[in-house]
């Protein structure tokens, strides 16, 4: 039998999971101030709920905040969230109220960099199938800044003691790369500029092979912390051939039995406002439409299924007596090229006339082909 599948492209190695990157804050009001009203993201309504620890929500990610003595990561985190314009709109909101601490943001080719008060650095992204998988909301990578000529050994490191894929690029600088999760990646780009010292800040993964990693790292005596039956965590990244220290961030390694795994996650619709507010439209997705995800219209639909009001949903897609109100609320959404508004505007009054089309309907309401 013929096969046509690509197996290879669904293997994930050891790890399965970056869940969340931890970095302490000393003012829960600020953080609150970036992390939600600016960068658009949802504070966990049911854990961390006291004024000295906040989880904040990215997709099927988090940012662990602790009230503390601030910790900055050395590098940048990756988010991949729909709506530059209106990311733009909300990072400029609360700019007056984050005025005299380290906040900034600035927009680049392919993304806009916003830095929280106390300097970690977050590059967030529109989805981008290509790049990013199916993530529409969520954190693809962590990067970090390291030594020079220390890439080579990070990308030993972790298939030799952790059985996590990694490997090295060398582009747009030398880049080692160790894959954490689906579309999700450890990232370590050498650099010639001098590094502060490491201050305790944080990253968790889940891992399949639980005990396999920890009985490496014990034989180096690089086990820093047993936290519980489900929990270990190591700091220094050593190279396996010589045990030269390579850069040190500590690993919160869970596994796979934690039962906290990949517990559902509530992502709000940072575009609903009590102005605009429609009913069962609160929620963000955190993946995009499998079927559809290279095409433009896909980010249409991710953004008009949480904004646009609508008497009936069946499915993802409109059933034939959907009725659209489009005029005034596109563009406040300020996510969408003109090109893909129109087509939208198009497909609504079509909708209003003559129902949707046939590709436009759900797979439950299409007619077998």
Known sequence: M??????????????????????????????????????????????????????VNAGRSQFHL?????????????????????LLQRLAAVAPKLESTAFSYREHNDHVEAICPWGNRLRCYEPDAGRFGRIALGMPYVEFEVPRGTAEAISRFYPEIMGIPASVANGDGVVARAQVGKDQYLQFRETDQAQGEFDGHHVQIYITDFS???????????????????????????????????????HEVRSATHPMYLRPLVNRNPAQTNRTFANGYDQAPWAMDRTNMTDERTLVRIATSSAIPATRRHASFPAP???????????????????????????ARRSRTQGPALDDRCRFCRPPA
């Not at 953080?31 to 049911?46: E, H, K, N, S």
């Not at 790292?217 to 030269?244: A, K, T």
């Not at 659209?324 to 939208?344: F, M």
Request: aromatic fraction near 8%; glycine fraction near 8%.
């Open 321 to 347: 007596s959907v009725r659209y109100s489009t005029r005034g609320l596109l563009p406040k959404l300020g996510v969408l090229q003109p090109a893909a508004v129109e087509d939208a505007r198009r497909r």
């Open 212 to 250: 396999g990693p920890y009985r490496r790292l014990r034989q180096r005596n690089l086990v820093s912390r047993e936290d519980n039956q489900y929990q270990y965590r190591f700091c220094d990244i050593v190279d396996p051939r010589d045990g030269r220290h390579l850069f040190t961030v500590e």
């Open 66 to 86: 602790p009230s503390g003595r601030p910790q900055v990561l050395r590098g940048h985190t990756a988010i991949v969230i729909a709506g530059r314009q209106a």
């Open 2 to 55: 013929q096969q046509p599948f690509d197996r290879a492209a669904e293997d994930l190695g050891n790890a399965i999971h970056l869940e969340h990157v931890n970095v302490q804050v000393p003012d829960q009001r600020l953080a609150t101030l970036f992390y939600v009203a600016g960068i658009g993201l949802t504070r966990d309504p049911y854990l961390m709920v006291s004024d000295s620890n906040m989880w």
